[in-house]
C-alpha cells in the first residue's frame, strides 16, 4: 500500500509540478495533424484478431481463460499496463469466473492476447425508460425488461448531450435511452454506468 | 460521395452473453461482435422504415450487406475500416442528440459498430464518439 | 342473464376489430412491421404483407358488420372462427418465433406474451357468449341500459389493461405520477462527481487530443488530489510503454486546465503538456 501511495505520489507530482512543463507543441509526432493515419491493416468484415470475447472460465497468475461465445478459446494476459473495466476502473482480483467480457490487446506468437484493455460484463443498450422504482430503473429492451441499479457514486446521467452528471432525478419514464453499464451475470439485471437520455420529447 | 458526419456507437450481434444472448446474426446473418463490422441504417426499404434518418434531416445512401465503410473517431483521428452486417441504428429515436470533445461535435446516431471495431477507435465505455464516415 | 350478456358482446368484438384493423391498414410502417410479426417465418416475408393486410381487411368487414344489428349468428360464427383461429396463431408462433412481435392490435412491434393471450382469450369468450346468446344488441340495451354499458366498459377497459398498445395513455402516465409523487431516484445527501463527468471533462482538453493516439487503454487508476482528478492510462511513447497521467479540474468545469504527463516504467517524466485553444481538426 506504501508502495501504491508512493507511486500515485510520484504520478501526481509529475502532471501537477510545474517544473517539466513543456509547450504541447514540442510533441510533434503527437500533434493532431499527424493523427490521421491510415487506419489497422485488419481486413475490413474479417475478424480482428487482436480482440476477444466470452465469458471467463478461469483466473490463473494474471492469466484470464475465455470461452469465446463462437467457441473460441482465449489466454488473455493481464499486466500492470492493462485497464480493466468493471462499472469502473478497477483491478483483476475483481473479475470473476462467470463474468463476460471483450478484450482488446496484442496478440502474441503463441496465441495469448496480451490485453491494453479489458471491459467485463459491459453491455451498450438502447432502450425505452419504462418505470422507476427506489435506486432502479426497469427498462424494456427489444420487449423485455431489463432492470438497472442506480449505483451511488458511479452512475452519471448525460440529458440532451450536456456533460454526465450524478443527479438522477431529471430520469423520465416513457423516453428512449442508452446505457453503458455492467451486466450481473446470468440475470436480467445491470448496473448503469453511464444513462444517456433526454428531457424533451422527440417526435418519430 | 464526400463522407458524412454524425454520432458513433457500438452493439453486439452472433454469438453473446448476456443481454446481448438474443442479438442474434443480423439483418446480414453475418454479424459477430468480433469481426470488424458495422450496422447501417439504410440496407433495404424495411431497415429504411424503422430507422428513418430523414426524421433527423438526414439522407444517406442504399448500402447493402458487406459494403465498406471507414469511420474514424473525431476525437482522435482513429481510423477503422468495416463491413455493413446489420440494419441500424434507429437514428429517429435520437435526432438532435449531439456529442462533442472540444469544438468538434457530431450530431445523430449514423453507424453503429461492432465491439471489435469500435474498440480500434475508441473505448467501449464510451457509448457515443463524434464520427466521420466515408468510402475510402 | 348470459342471453344479453351474449347479445352485448358483438359491439365489443366489432370494435376490437375496426382498430385492429385501421392500424393495420394506415400505419406507415405497417409493411415493415408485418416482416417482423411471427407472420414472416410462419409465410415468407412477400406473403406475410399480403396476409397482414388481407387479415385487416377480413377484421374490417367482420367488425363493421358485428357493429350493425343483425345474422348475429353467422357474424358469432365467423368472430369465434377467427378469435379461435387468431389464439391457435398466438400459440403457435410463441413456439416456432419466441421473440417474434404478435402484430395484434397496432404497427407497433410488441412480443407475444401473456397479455396477448389475455386478449385473445378474452376475444374468443365474447365469441362464444354472442353466438351461445344469438340475439340483437339493441334489444339487450333497452332490457338493461346501465349494466349493458357498465359491462362494456368493463370489457373495453380489460381489452387495454392486456393492450401493450395502450400503454403510453395510461399506463405510463401513472408511472409518470408515481416517480413524481415518490422521488425514487433522489439520492440524499452529499454525492461526489461521477468518474464519467471527469472523463467527459478530460476528452474536451487538448492535452487529451495531443495524447489519445498514444493512450493504449481505458483508464487504469484514478484518485483526487485536493482540486484536481488524476486519471491514468497506459500509452506507448516513442515505442516504449508508459503511463499517460491526466489531471483534471474536479469541482470545476474547465477543459483549458487539464494537464497531462507522460511518465515511463522507472518514473522519468519524458513528457508533458499543458491544454491551450485548440484548432478545428481538419476532418
Not at chain 1, 480482428?48 to 484470464?64: K, Q, S, Y
Not at chain 1, 460484463?121 to 438497472?148: M, Y
Not at chain 2, 450496422?39 to 426499404?45: G, L, Q, V
Request: hydrophobic share 45%; aromatic share 8%; net charge neutral.
Amino acid at each position: 500500500m506504501a508502495l501504491n501511495m508512493d507511486r500515485r505520489s510520484l504520478l501526481t507530482s509529475a502532471v501537477l509540478g510545474s517544473a517539466t512543463l513543456v509547450g504541447a507543441t514540442a510533441l510533434g509526432s503527437l500533434a493532431p495533424e499527424a493523427a490521421f493515419a491510415k487506419s489497422d491493416d485488419v481486413e475490413p468484415g474479417a475478424p480482428d484478431p487482436n480482440f476477444a470475447e466470452g465469458r471467463v472460465t478461469g483466473i490463473n497468475e494474471g492469466m484470464l481463460l475465455v470461452a469465446g461465445s463462437d467457441g473460441t478459446l482465449w489466454r488473455i494476459r493481464v499486466t500492470n499496463a492493462s485497464s480493466i473495466w468493471k462499472l469502473h476502473p478497477t483491478s483483476l482480483d475483481k473479475v470473476a469466473v462467470g463474468d463476460g467480457l471483450y478484450a482488446r490487446g496484442v496478440r502474441l506468437g503463441d496465441g495469448t492476447l496480451a490485453a491494453d484493455a479489458i471491459w467485463v460484463n459491459i453491455v451498450n443498450l438502447q432502450v425505452h425508460i419504462a418505470a422507476l422504482a427506489p435506486k432502479k430503473i426497469h427498462f424494456d429492451h427489444r420487449g423485455k425488461r431489463i432492470i438497472g441499479h442506480v449505483v451511488p457514486g458511479v452512475t452519471a446521467a448525460s440529458y440532451n448531450s450536456t456533460p454526465a452528471i450524478a443527479d438522477m432525478t431529471m430520469v423520465q419514464v416513457g423516453r428512449h435511452a442508452q446505457v453503458i453499464g455492467a451486466w450481473l451475470p446470468d440475470t436480467n439485471e445491470i448496473e448503469i454506468a453511464t444513462l444517456y437520455t433526454s428531457t424533451i420529447e422527440h417526435n418519430h | 460521395m464526400a463522407g458524412i458526419y454524425g454520432e458513433v456507437s457500438w452493439f453486439c450481434c452472433g454469438s453473446s452473453w448476456g443481454p446481448c444472448g438474443s442479438a442474434g446474426h443480423g439483418a446480414c446473418g453475418t454479424c459477430n461482435s468480433g469481426s470488424r463490422q458495422h450496422a447501417w441504417p439504410n440496407t433495404s426499404d424495411a431497415c429504411h422504415s424503422i430507422t428513418n434518418p430523414e426524421a433527423c434531416g438526414e439522407s444517406l445512401s442504399r448500402r447493402t450487406c458487406g459494403f465498406k465503410h471507414y469511420t474514424t473517431n473525431r476525437c482522435t483521428g482513429q481510423k477503422v475500416g468495416t463491413t455493413i452486417a446489420d440494419c441500424g441504428p434507429q437514428t429517429d429515436l435520437f435526432c438532435g442528440e449531439r456529442t462533442c470533445c472540444g469544438s468538434v461535435c457530431g450530431s445523430n446516431r449514423l453507424i453503429d459498430l461492432t465491439p471489435a471495431a469500435f474498440s480500434a477507435i475508441s473505448s467501449l465505455s464510451y457509448g457515443l464518439r463524434p464520427a466521420y464516415i466515408d468510402i475510402v | 342473464m348470459l342471453a344479453w350478456i351474449g347479445s352485448v358482446q358483438p359491439l365489443l368484438l366489432g370494435a376490437v376489430l375496426l382498430w385492429s384493423a385501421q392500424a393495420k391498414l394506415f400505419s406507415r410502417y405497417a409493411a415493415a412491421h408485418a416482416r417482423r410479426t411471427a407472420l414472416a417465418p410462419l409465410l415468407g416475408e412477400d406473403r406475410a404483407v399480403l396476409a397482414y393486410r388481407t387479415l385487416a381487411g377480413v377484421e374490417a368487414v367482420l367488425g363493421a358488420a358485428l357493429v350493425l344489428p343483425g345474422l348475429v349468428r353467422l357474424e358469432a360464427v365467423a368472430a369465434t372462427a377467427l378469435s379461435t383461429g387468431f389464439l391457435g396463431y398466438l400459440a403457435y408462433a410463441k413456439i416456432k418465433d419466441p421473440k417474434a412481435s404478435c402484430g395484434c392490435l397496432s404497427a407497433q412491434p410488441i412480443p407475444i406474451n401473456g397479455r396477448s393471450f389475455g386478449r385473445a382469450g378474452l376475444m374468443l369468450a365474447g365469441s362464444v357468449l354472442a353466438l351461445v346468446s344469438g340475439a340483437a344488441w339493441p334489444g339487450a340495451f333497452a332490457a338493461h341500459p346501465v349494466a349493458g354499458v357498465a359491462l362494456l366498459l368493463a370489457e373495453f377497459a380489460a381489452i387495454v389493461v392486456f393492450s401493450p398498445e395502450f400503454d403510453e395513455h395510461w399506463l405510463m402516465p401513472l408511472r409518470r405520477l408515481y416517480a413524481r409523487l415518490s422521488h425514487p431516484l433522489a439520492s440524499p445527501g452529499a454525492f461526489d462527481v461521477p468518474l464519467e463527468s471527469t472523463v467527459d471533462q478530460l476528452h474536451k482538453s487538448s492535452a487529451w487530443r495531443d495524447l489519445a493516439r498514444s493512450v493504449t487503454s481505458d483508464v487504469r487508476e484514478h484518485w483526487d488530489e485536493a482540486d484536481w482528478r488524476v486519471l491514468v492510462y497506459s500509452a506507448r511513447y516513442a515505442g516504449a510503454t508508459a503511463s499517460a497521467v491526466f489531471a483534471v479540474p474536479r469541482l470545476r468545469y474547465d477543459p483549458q486546465a487539464v494537464r497531462a504527463a507522460i511518465v515511463d516504467e522507472n518514473g522519468g517524466t519524458l513528457a508533458a503538456v499543458e491544454s491551450h485553444a485548440q484548432p478545428e481538426y481538419a476532418v
